[in-house]
């Protein structure tokens, strides 16, 4: 059996990108993965600009302990100022263009207004440097610079910074299509009648739910007989307009079993089982398309995963080797999910010569809680934790020992 590690490093490697792209309103880029990179057309900010409501002032007229100031103009926000006189102040407020002639902002707390029979009035009690509390013209982004990189998974932040700089479009690559179907005679679907021996189908509502949240577009061809023949056929319809196929069930060794021989008979099996709790019998490989019609030409092949039937194992070796297997046909570079060290506030004496990844919880002194049923089939461990502990092969754990976390946010997007 491949360690984890391995079987990532495998998958990875054998990901070809997508290279279909296309463009869309910058509003609807949520979530997509960016084709190209992205420059700035401006500097941001776009001008010199107080972060301080306040008054802008020449530096060199401040002089302590205390000065007394005409009150020139008032410049809000996305107003343009006129050019500040030597001696005189300009009340302003933040986000406000600098006027010309003005080299520092003084805050509105140090200032002291009031109105004589001259006008408008400040006393500043304040001797600030050149440039206090102004930000300058391309502080945060220069005009030109590159803001976002190509293969970047946009997120609020990302799509901020592109509207920051104006760009109300953006090149992406074009949605993965991935296909799903489940084997298995005993699964039914929730308002079916649950006949005796059958169970809810959780892995169909669980998977597709984690492909939308990767932004993929979804064909279910929903349960399929457990036939050689169905499976086969199935895949066959699956390939033809679908970039990966993923199965839940079947990929083990037993008699009803199809899903191992019925890829190799359509396409190829490339990785089979993988030193992993829960989840070892896990499927990598390709399904063939059938020819073209109209060239005559081979159209390729779809990718093929194949997952464990068990919710939890399902969960998991999706979590740990599809996501970022999908990520990678995105063309997004960073794949791994982000890791913290925490205290275990558990006990686990005995090794498995598996890596495990053990449900684990947050608790309120910042350790980590285990929960008490690590069965591949307790769905409820997964709602009820915060994460996944990466526990390596033949590793025990003591109370209050460091372990390897991975939250469950991380693993999920």
Known sequence: MLSVQQALDFLLTAARPVTDTEVIPTLAANGRVLAADQSSLLNVPPMDNTSMDGYAVRAADCVLPAVTMPVSQRIPAGHVGQALQPGTAARIFTGAMIPAGADAVVMQEMCEFHKDEAGDRVTIR?????????????????????????????????????????????????????????????LAMPGEELKPGAIYNSNRFTLRALLENLGCEIADYGIVPDTLEAT???LRRAAQDNDLIITSGGVSVGEEDHIKPAVEAEGRLNMWQIAVKPGKPLAFGEV?????????????????????????????????????FILRLQGVDKVAPQACM??????????????????????????LDLFPNQSSGVLTST?????????????????????????FHSLLY
């Open 383 to 407: 709602v009820w934790g915060d994460g996944l502990v990466d526990n390596p092969a033949g590793t025990t754990i003591a109370r209050g020992d460091s372990v390897r976390f991975l939250p």
């Open 342 to 367: 925490m205290r275990a506030d558990f006990e686990w004496p005995k090794a498995d010569r598996r890596n495990e990844f053990l449900r684990a919880r947050i608790n309120d002194s910042g350790g």
């Open 126 to 186: 304040h001797s600030p440097q050149s440039g206090e509390w102004i930000r300058r013209a391309g502080e945060d982004i220069r005009a030109g610079s590159v803001i976002l990189p190509a293969g970047t998974r946009l997120r609020a932040q990302e799509l901020g910074l592109a509207a920051s700089v104006g760009l109300a479009s953006l090149p992406v690559v074009r949605r993965l299509r991935a296909a799903v179907f489940f084997t298995g005679d005993e």
């Open 288 to 324: 063939n398309r059938q020819q073209g019609q109209e060239q005559g030409a081979d159209k390729g092949a779809a990718w093929f995963l194949g997952l464990p039937g068990n919710p939890v194992s399902s969960l998991v070796t999706f979590m740990l080797f599809v996501r970022p």
């Open 232 to 234: 086969r056929d199935t």
